[in-house]
């Protein structure tokens, strides 16, 4: 790794080796996707795979890889990506409640290499999950 690629961000360091991830094509409207919120910060689509009746990804506009690379910087970001889930949950009248879903890693079911919410409701969640 060269000088100027030491003093890169890990997160400016894998987006100069990645390509974009899917969240961020949605995001930048290269790939479409049935949009139910944005704002300036975060986006919520329909999940193209649903597992409840209600399946809404919410995810950060600004690539932050997973909740295990967040940095207290990301506290506002993250604390609006919930606010945000639960305003969503609300404008689609999950009344009888939801459940919230964040993947990390292989073994969490991660799948997009972006910090997602999964909003899941629409019918009775049974515990444990997975």
């Given at each position: 790794m060269g000088l100027a690629s030491?003093?890169?961000?890990?997160?400016?360091?894998?987006?100069?080796i990645m390509s974009k991830t899917l969240f961020e094509k949605i995001?930048?409207?290269?790939?479409?996707a049935n949009i139910v919120y944005e704002d300036d910060s975060v986006l919520?689509?329909?999940d193209i795979a649903p597992q409840a009746p209600t399946h809404i990804l919410i995810f950060p506009k600004r690539l932050v890889p997973r909740i295990a690379e967040a940095t207290p910087e990301d506290?506002?970001?993250?604390?609006?990506?919930?606010?945000?889930?639960?305003?969503?949950?609300?404008?689609?009248?999950?009344?009888?409640?939801?459940?919230l879903v964040i993947n990390?890693?292989?073994?969490?079911?991660?799948?997009?290499?972006?910090?997602?919410?999964?909003?899941?409701?629409?019918?009775?969640?049974?515990w444990p999950p997975g």
């Open positions: 030491r003093h890169l961000s890990p997160v400016t360091r894998h987006k100069k995001a930048a409207r290269e790939i479409p919520a689509i329909r506290h506002k970001l993250l604390g609006h990506l919930l606010l945000k889930a639960a305003e969503v949950a609300k404008k689609l009248d999950l009344k009888g409640g939801y459940r990390n890693g292989p073994d969490g079911g991660e799948t997009v290499p972006h910090l997602h919410c999964h909003i899941l409701g629409g019918r009775h969640m049974a």
